[in-house]
């Protein structure tokens, strides 16, 4: 009997994606694999899910654009330049600053 046409693709090819994501990560950010810092690996994993959410918004926002959907690679962009700030460490607190500081507000060091 053949069971694999009832198996998901996902589930096929998770062991290559999962190959390709292992080699990926030590080609692109190798001090994860080797990192003692523990704060130094968690700076380079934010590194790489940086590339990671790049990577994912240039695919959705081209696959959205060929299908027309201009308001969906609007959105997706945003959103994308969103986690892009959240895994940038200082970025949102400088940005809560500037806030504050345009409303007229002590911004505080």
Not at 40 to 65: E, F, R, S, T, W
Not at 90 to 105: N, P, Q, R, T
């Given at each position: 009997?053949?069971?694999?046409?009832?198996?998901?693709?996902?589930?096929?090819?998770?062991?290559?994606?999962?190959?390709?994501l292992?080699?990926?990560?030590?080609?692109?950010?190798?001090?994860?694999?080797?990192?003692?810092?523990?704060?130094?690996?968690?700076?380079?994993?934010?590194?790489?899910?940086?590339?990671?959410?790049?990577?994912?918004?240039?695919?959705?926002?081209?696959?959205?654009?060929?299908?027309?959907?201009?308001?969906?690679?609007?959105v997706?962009i945003?959103?994308g330049?969103?986690?892009?700030?959240?895994?940038?460490?200082?970025?949102?607190?400088?940005?809560?600053?500037?806030?504050?500081?345009?409303?007229?507000?002590?911004?505080?060091?």
């Open positions: 009997m053949r069971f694999n046409r009832y198996i998901p693709l996902l589930v096929r090819l998770g062991p290559l994606l999962l190959a390709i292992a080699f990926a990560g030590s080609v692109l950010a190798p001090n994860i694999a080797y990192a003692y810092d523990l704060k130094a690996g968690a700076q380079n994993l934010l590194d790489l899910a940086k590339i990671a959410v790049m990577i994912g918004i240039l695919i959705g926002a081209m696959l959205a654009y060929f299908k027309s959907q201009v308001a969906t690679m609007i997706i945003i959103v330049a969103v986690l892009i700030a959240i895994t940038t460490p200082g970025l949102l607190d400088s940005v809560g600053k500037a806030i504050v500081a345009l409303f007229g507000g002590s911004s505080g060091t």
